[in-house]
Every structure is written in C-alpha cells, then in structure tokens.
C-alpha cells in the first residue's frame, strides 16, 4: 500500500532551526515534494527532492534518503511566518496522483 | 498573473441540492486536480484530468462529478448523494511532468446548511 507519515504539531523557537520528518511507503515513488500552507489559504509548493541528497533553498532544506523511504525539511533562522503546516507529498510511478501527508503544524514562539 | 482562481471563497449546500465549484486557470497547465481537505487530515484527491475532455477518479469520487471541456477550467459538482460534504476543497494545476509541483487555488469552503 501507499502511505506517509509526519508529526502532527511541533514548537521551536524565533531564530532556531527545526528539523520536520517525514516517511513514507510506496511501490513506484518518483519523487518527493514539501508544500507550506498557512491556516485556510492554499498550500505553495516549497521543494522537490527525486535523487538522495539535500536539496538547499535560502532558509529552507530539503533531504531525501530513497532506500529509507524518508524525507526532512529543515528551516533555519525561523521566523514568525514561518508558524504554518508543512505537507509532505510523494508522487508515484504511473500517473500523476500525489499522495499527501496530513501535514505538521509547526508553531514558532518568541 | 498567471494563477488559479477558485470561486465562490464560501458556499453553503441544502439538502438535496447539486451544487458546483468553480475552478480556473491562465497558467496553460494541461493537468487539473480536485482535492478536498478536512481537519486533520492531508489532501485527498477527489478527481483529476491531464488533458482536455478526459479525467480519472480519485481515492474519493463517490458523490462528486467533474467536466473538462476546456483547458483551463475544470468545475466540480457535489451532489446530493455525497453525504458529508462539509470541508475544505482545493483546486490545483500543474505541467505535465512529473518533476512539476502542483500550483493551488485559494480554495472553496463548503458548509452545510
């Protein structure tokens, strides 16, 4: 079967860096994507990881390990605005469905 | 600018009503995508299309009907016979190229009444 896993809610502090995982389970996989969605607006697409490796973008990182069926999103210097859910999303071989995780709902604190 | 416009922002459903979101799109993307979203839950595909006049069911298409007969629009009908329609329905495009990510409308906030 199909699925993917990440932590409901994390909390970290203005400034720091925060590490969100993800897991996933798929027989076909080609590739992997990281969605930031503010509280009801859309989510805007943030990274796209298809070999193993990290994939770096100003602030944000993304890594992906295809043998582990594992992903991480790592923000650093956080920000207020940075306080969103974070959607991690596989798609499959096969077509173009894209299967999401429920997302992390990370909250930043002063 | 290019982007997705969904429409209307909130919508309420009587019982036993149809009632249709619209969706769409001026950023020339062939593929087109209906998801839905309640709390606490990721987005679940509800119908999608990679070319004019052809789409494909979803995880969840029971209760829901899509047309695409022009590239840049794709409506969603909920009928009457999806029962909890209550959530929150995202429309999305994107290229067809599996490297492409998905660019998202705003959103349609159904209610029942």
């Known amino acids: 079967g199909q699925n993917i896993d990440q932590p409901t809610e994390m909390t970290a502090t203005e400034g720091a860096i925060v590490q969100i995982n993800c897991t996933y389970q798929?027989?076909?996989?080609?590739?992997l994507f990281w969605y930031q969605q503010h509280a009801g607006e859309a989510p805007t697409f943030l990274s796209y990881?298809?070999?193993?490796g990290l994939e770096e973008k100003g602030r944000f990182s993304s890594f992906l390990s295809r043998s582990k069926g594992y992903s991480y999103l790592l923000l650093k210097e956080l920000q207020m605005k940075d306080s969103a859910s974070y959607l991690c999303?596989?798609?499959?071989?096969?077509?173009?469905?894209?299967?999401f995780g429920a997302g992390t709902r990370l909250f930043v604190k002063a | 600018d290019g982007g997705i416009t969904q429409s209307p922002k909130y919508l309420f459903r009587k019982e036993g009503q149809n009632v249709t979101l619209s969706c769409e799109q001026n950023?020339?993307?062939?593929?087109m995508y209906w998801y839905r979203q309640d709390p606490g839950q990721g987005l679940r595909l509800i119908y999608y299309?990679?070319?004019?006049?052809?789409?494909q069911k979803g995880d969840i298409a029971e209760g829901y009907s899509v047309s695409r007969e022009k590239k840049e629009s794709f409506p969603l009908t909920v009928t009457s016979a999806q029962k909890n329609p209550t959530a929150f329905y995202l429309c999305?495009?994107?290229?067809?190229?599996?490297?492409?990510?998905?660019?998202f409308g705003d959103g349609t906030r159904l209610s029942i009444l």
């Open positions: 999305a495009s994107s290229m067809v190229s599996l490297d492409q990510p998905q660019h």
């Open positions: 798929t027989s076909g996989f080609n590739g």
């Open positions: 990881n298809v070999l193993d």
């Open positions: 999303a596989f798609r499959n071989t096969g077509g173009f469905k894209t299967i």
């Open positions: 950023l020339n993307h062939d593929a």
């Open positions: 299309s990679q070319i004019v006049n052809d789409f």
